[in-house]
Structure formats: structure tokens, C-alpha cells
């Protein structure tokens, strides 16, 4: 069975301080690792890693993957109150037609 | 700018009344999905439909059926509702067989009495 976890499951932290949230995962023949940013209602989309240590960036966000040791790290430096939100973290593998495997999800809440 | 589209965004149901959540995307997306998300569990997939005119069940298929009515519109039921069938559920579509990223509907919050 395929099994993401996320850590830690909650977090508050000040504005302007850098937060680091986790993502391991036990799935067989994986393909793919994204993450998303859910506020008050849908999901959207951040990232998608699927190579071993290239880094992806997006403003204050950023990703990196590590196949060896499964798992991936979503770093987001100097924090802002627009970045209060969960955040998932999903896996794809490879075998037949490959659904997405969600985490718990990380509550991030950031204060003024 | 639509998206992902589901209908309604809000029910309250009686143990055992039935129900029909719908979703329609208008990406021209082949493949959509019917997740719920219930408090410390994440997103849970219900069903899916690959492609038009195939559906398939996920991890929590019991209590529900899908119809795949066209490339368009993909619409959950709820036979006889559950409290345990209380949940946000999502909609969502993507681009291919199984690659790429999920687009998600704002979900619809049902509580069953």
C-alpha cells in the first residue's frame, strides 16, 4: 500500500521566519511528487519534482526531491500571513493508469 | 476562467435521502476525480474516470456511485447518505493518463443528519 506522511502535521510560526515542512513517502515504482497549497477552499498546485536534487523555486517557495532517501522538503522563506494554508503533498507512481496518494497535509499558520 | 465547476457548494441531508453531486471542467481535460477531505485524513480518492466513458473506484468507493456523462461532466451520487458521508468533497480534472496536475473544484461541504 502507498503511504505519504507528512510532517509535522501543524505549525505556527512568525511572520518573517523561514519554515521547512516534510514529505516521506513508501510507494512502489514512484514517477512523481507534488504539492499543493489549500487556503479556504481548492487546492492549487505548486510543484512537481520528479528528478533527485534540481531544485524548484517560485518567488519565497522551493522544493527539492531526494529518491534515495524518499522524501521531499518544501522550504518557504520569510513567511508572510498570505502563507497560512495547508499544505499536501501527493505522489503518482508508475504502475497502469497512476492515481495521486495525498499526505495529511502540514497546517502552516503564520502570525503578524 | 471556469475551471472546475461543482454543484452545490453546500448540503445538509437526512440520514438515507440520496443525492447527486455534480462537476463539470472545462479544460478539455480527459481524466476526472472525486476526492473527499475529512479533518486530519487528507485527500481520499472516491472514484475516477481515466478517460471519457470509463470510471473506476479509488480507496473509499463504498456509499457512492459515478456517472461519466461526457468529456465534460463527471457527477458523484449518494444513494442512501450516511453521517459517516459527511465530508468536503472535491472534484478535480487533469490533462493525461495519468500525468500532470490535478485541477480542483472550491468542493462541496455535506453534512448528513
Known amino acids: 500500500e502507498d503511504k505519504v506522511v507528512q510532517s509535522p502535521l501543524s505549525l505556527v510560526v512568525h511572520e518573517g521566519d523561514t519554515v521547512t515542512l516534510n514529505c516521506s513517502y513508501e510507494v512502489t515504482n514512484f514517477r512523481s511528487l507534488l504539492w499543493y497549497k489549500q487556503e479556504k477552499k481548492a487546492p492549487t498546485f505548486l510543484f512537481m519534482l520528479t528528478s533527485s536534487g534540481i531544485e524548484k523555486k517560485s518567488g519565497r517557495l522551493s522544493s527539492i526531491l531526494d529518491k534515495k532517501e524518499l522524501f521531499s522538503i518544501l522550504n518557504i522563506t520569510a513567511t508572510q500571513t498570505g502563507d497560512s494554508a495547508i499544505y499536501l503533498c501527493?505522489?503518482?507512481?508508475?504502475?497502469?493508469?497512476?492515481?495521486?496518494?495525498f499526505g495529511k497535509g502540514t497546517m502552516l499558520l503564520v502570525s503578524p | 476562467n471556469a475551471g472546475v465547476t461543482q454543484t452545490p457548494k453546500f448540503q445538509v441531508l437526512k440520514t438515507g435521502q440520496s443525492m447527486t453531486l455534480q462537476c463539470a471542467q472545462d479544460m478539455n481535460h480527459n481524466s476526472m476525480y472525486w476526492y473527499r477531505q475529512d479533518p486530519g485524513m487528507g485527500l481520499r480518492l472516491i472514484y475516477y474516470?481515466?478517460?471519457?466513458?470509463?470510471?473506476d473506484k479509488g480507496e473509499v468507493p463504498n456509499g457512492y456511485n459515478v456517472s461519466r456523462l461526457n468529456k465534460r461532466e463527471f457527477s458523484l451520487r449518494l444513494e442512501s447518505a450516511a453521517p459517516s458521508q459527511t465530508s468536503v468533497y472535491f472534484c478535480?480534472?487533469?490533462?493525461?493518463?495519468?500525468?500532470?496536475?490535478?485541477?480542483f473544484g472550491e468542493g462541496s461541504r455535506l453534512t448528513v443528519l
Open positions: 474516470s481515466a478517460s471519457e466513458g470509463t470510471t
Open positions: 501527493a505522489v503518482r507512481t508508475k504502475s497502469g493508469y497512476s492515481t495521486l496518494t
Open positions: 478535480a480534472s487533469s490533462e493525461g493518463r495519468g500525468a500532470g496536475e490535478l485541477f
